[in-house]
């Protein structure tokens, strides 16, 4: 009976993930369908901001016009204003309200969620670092708009290198691969390779660098871990100046194991080069067998990354 108390708790871990999750791609989907909505209605492809004689300012969806006036529907009915009638007007199209930033401050981790990446890469000549328990060291530097590379280390002497192309597909979505290998120093120079290893992970994202989501696969092979592969889904959002909340769910299959990864992460902009992130991450047990008799390792996730 005690024993199966913390086995619920764990699971219902788990469950809350997958609700956030699901919330942050419900709110992503729901922006972009409505934007594609608003693209196919040319009545709301362009607002019209009038300047009366009587100086008042009167805005409205442009249906038509000519050389002598405007049609606007105001208020869901028609109204026609003469142009000698008024002192001036502007247009605002939809691109120039596309344009218009939600947010002063940049989403620092947009090229990625917690462990794994998005479609996105840094801009060019940009440098970032970032680091999970201040055990593992990656820096990435954009190379060109398509093209980005990384390097890094766990435990210093397992040295991981990537190479990255991302092509922007509609203004939507973007579609990434990454081509990952690794050299262990130490193995390596006692004559053997049991820890090198390469990789491939391909994935696709929907979304802005505000807000998106990403689902992508994973394939590795090493000498030490063997052959594995699995796929993931991962959701962000920017939810205020400061803070951007992202969650990420990832299937392993290795040997005869099947594992599940749940990860949720809130990073805190400290700064415009520094920001932190914290959350938790709760694992399968059939991934990584422990002794505690529990289905579920819950794990406090720490990360911190830097931009130069």
Known sequence: MYKRLPIKNQINKIKSIKIILLFILFSNFQKYWSQSNLANNYSNDTIVVITTMENKEIRGLLISKDENVFILEIANENKIFDKDEIISYRFITRNQIKSIKEFENPNPIYTKYCYLPSAYIVEKGSITTNSHYFITSNSKIGLHENFEFSIGNLFIFNVFSTFTYSKEISTSFRAGVSVIGNFDVLSSSSGTSDFNGIGIIPRIT???KFKNTTTGLFVYQSSFTG???GGYLASQKK???RFTLAAEIAGIKFENYYGLVNNLIINFMRNSRENW????????VDLIPVTTGNDISPIPYFGIQRKF
């Open 227 to 229: 052959f594995f592969y």
């Open 206 to 208: 929907y979304g802005d």
């Open 239 to 241: 939810i205020s100046e």
């Open 277 to 284: 992130s914290f959350g938790v991450s709760l694992i399968n």
